[in-house]
């Protein structure tokens, strides 16, 4: 996350104590004594907040506020206010300024400010650059989603990886989405405009395992979970790398595999394999400042999917959010953000504690009311919104006890 603070103010005591307060919470302080001096440092890719004293000899913080916003719209300006001045601090908060603090501000008071502050321009700049990416046509940054340097490292890996020819193994904990990790690492490879064909490695038998093959020919074959590979099929995939395949093979997996291979339950052989190139997707629990990007981006999509429009997201309920250890990862993450759009707020809070299976199917039967109830009962039109095929739809209402003629108005 962003450390940076432009520190403006022309008191040199009050400067001083305020840059050694944001370097002994990790920030990087770069001071001015003027807008003069400040004003070389603001451009449109400074990565960082700005601090700013309203009353200033020459230029104040009002035209600092105007300066910034003219440059990028979107770069938090924090204005510093002595007790009489309170009423133009407001005024400020109408001109864009990101907040504002009364002098002598309380260090706690401070440092929570800039964290909201530091994490919305990180957002800012990071939904930038995939912009950019995405333009250049870069997978890894339009479908792994993070501002924190375990999300950077990831994506790297991934950019890595995919040069290779070589087998992959993705791991990580349940829900951190190691099937999305997979289709990158097809989608940047040599093989990446063939087909991504994947299947669940448990149900596989060494049959099943060779038209996979020739499914994936040109592309590449992702096959999930081979923990739960049985011993027949391992060695039928042991054999096809050794023997040379046109589907460049990947695997994923939740489990221990070098725990379960010394204990003689998976091949060693194919472990070690398959471990030449391994992608590691970190917990959400190891970096939390990517919650709020995830979050937004779930909101975007279940919002988009009900046809509803995306409520607000208040900083408070971000850090909420971030105080959550997350066990099931983002996919227990995308449950809570479709409960937040659906109006359930106070079920988020509750959303790592359910299992997740009860979770995502209260989830389903939301959505299913929610488009029965924009279309007036019309299953058929509530199915299309949803790209659900009717029979499917029909099948997930039974399911629920779900009646499309009680949402006919």
Same mark, same amino acid.
């Given at each position: 996350?962003?450390?940076?603070?432009?520190?403006?103010?022309?008191?040199?005591?009050?400067?001083?104590?305020?840059?050694?307060?944001?370097?002994? &919470?990790?920030?990087?302080?770069?001071?001015?004594?003027?807008?003069?001096?400040?004003?070389?440092?603001?451009?449109?890719?400074?990565?960082?907040?700005?601090?700013? +004293?309203?009353?200033?000899? *020459?230029? +104040?913080?009002?035209?600092?506020?105007?300066?910034a916003r003219e440059i990028?719209?979107?770069?938090?300006?924090?204005?510093?206010?002595?007790?009489?001045?309170?009423?133009?601090?407001?005024?400020?908060?109408?001109?864009?300024?990101?907040?504002?603090?009364?002098?002598?501000?309380?260090?706690? =008071?401070?440092?929570?400010?800039?964290?909201?502050?530091?994490?919305?321009?990180?957002?800012v700049l990071h939904d930038?650059?995939?912009?950019?990416?995405?333009?250049?046509?870069?997978?890894?940054?339009?479908?792994?989603?993070?501002?924190?340097? $375990?999300?950077?490292?990831?994506? %790297?890996?991934?950019?890595?990886?995919?040069?290779?020819?070589?087998?992959?193994?993705?791991?990580?904990? &349940?829900?951190?989405?190691?099937?999305?990790?997979?289709?990158?690492?097809?989608?940047?490879?040599?093989?990446?405009? *063939?087909?991504?064909?994947?299947?669940?490695?448990?149900?596989?038998?060494?049959?099943?395992?060779?038209?996979?093959?020739?499914?994936?020919?040109? *592309?590449?074959?992702?096959?999930?979970?081979?923990?739960?590979?049985?011993?027949?099929?391992?060695?039928?995939?042991?054999?096809?790398?050794? $023997?040379?395949?046109?589907?460049?093979?990947?695997?994923?997996?939740?489990?221990?595999?070098?725990?379960?291979?010394? $204990?003689?339950?998976?091949?060693?052989?194919?472990?070690?394999?398959?471990?030449?190139?391994?992608?590691?997707?970190?917990?959400?629990?190891?970096?939390?400042? +990517?919650?709020?990007?995830?979050?937004?981006?779930?909101?975007?999509?279940?919002?988009?999917?009900?046809?509803? &429009?995306?409520?607000?997201?208040?900083?408070?309920?971000?850090?909420?959010?971030?105080?959550? =250890?997350?066990? *099931?990862?983002?996919?227990?993450?995308?449950?809570?953000?479709?409960?937040?759009?659906?109006?359930?707020? %106070?079920?988020?809070?509750?959303?790592?504690?359910?299992?997740?299976?009860?979770?995502?199917?209260?989830?389903?039967?939301?959505?299913?009311?929610?488009?029965?109830?924009?279309?007036?009962?019309?299953? &058929?039109?509530?199915?299309?919104?949803?790209?659900?095929?009717?029979?499917?739809?029909?099948?997930?209402?039974?399911?629920?006890?779900?009646?499309?003629?009680?949402?006919?108005?």
């Amino acid at each position: 996350m962003i450390r940076k603070v432009l520190l403006v103010d022309d008191d040199a005591a009050v400067r001083e104590a305020l840059a050694q307060t944001l370097e002994l &919470a990790d920030f990087e302080a770069v001071t001015a004594g003027s807008f003069v001096a400040a004003k070389d440092h603001i451009h449109r890719e400074f990565d960082g907040v700005i601090i700013s +004293d309203i009353r200033m000899p *020459g230029r +104040d913080g009002f035209h600092l506020l105007a300066y910034a916003r003219e440059i990028d719209l979107e770069l938090p300006v924090v204005l510093l206010t002595g007790e009489g001045d309170i009423p133009m601090a407001v005024q400020a908060m109408g001109q864009g300024a990101f907040d504002f603090l009364e002098k002598p501000c309380a260090a706690a =008071d401070l440092l929570a400010v800039l964290e909201r502050a530091s994490v919305a321009r990180s957002e800012v700049l990071h939904d930038r650059e995939q912009r950019r990416e995405l333009e250049r046509g870069d997978p890894a940054a339009r479908m792994l989603f993070g501002l924190s340097e $375990q999300a950077e490292i990831l994506r %790297e890996r991934v950019r890595n990886v995919a040069l290779t020819h070589a087998e992959v193994l993705v791991t990580g904990p &349940a829900g951190s989405g190691i099937s999305k990790v997979a289709e990158v690492v097809h989608l940047m490879s040599s093989v990446g405009q *063939g087909p991504f064909v994947k299947r669940p490695a448990s149900s596989l038998n060494p049959e099943d395992l060779q038209r996979m093959c020739e499914d994936a020919t040109g *592309g590449s074959l992702f096959l999930d979970e081979v923990s739960a590979m049985s011993d027949a099929t391992q060695y039928a995939v042991m054999e096809l790398i050794e $023997q040379g395949t046109d589907a460049r093979i990947i695997a994923g997996t939740t489990a221990d595999l070098s725990a379960l291979s010394t $204990q003689g339950q998976f091949s060693a052989d194919l472990f070690y394999r398959l471990d030449v190139m391994r992608v590691r997707i970190p917990a959400l629990s190891e970096r939390p400042e +990517d919650i709020p990007v995830i979050f937004r981006r779930y909101v975007a999509q279940a919002a988009e999917q009900a046809g509803i &429009a995306e409520p607000e997201i208040t900083p408070q309920h971000l850090a909420a959010l971030m105080a959550q =250890d997350w066990p *099931g990862n983002a996919r227990s993450l995308m449950s809570a953000a479709m409960r937040f759009v659906l109006g359930m707020p %106070e079920e988020v809070a509750q959303a790592a504690d359910q299992g997740l299976s009860e979770h995502l199917a209260r989830v389903e039967r939301s959505l299913l009311i929610a488009a029965l109830g924009r279309h007036n009962g019309k299953a &058929a039109e509530a199915a299309k919104t949803l790209k659900l095929p009717r029979k499917t739809f029909y099948d997930k209402l039974a399911r629920y006890h779900i009646r499309p003629e009680d949402y006919r108005r």
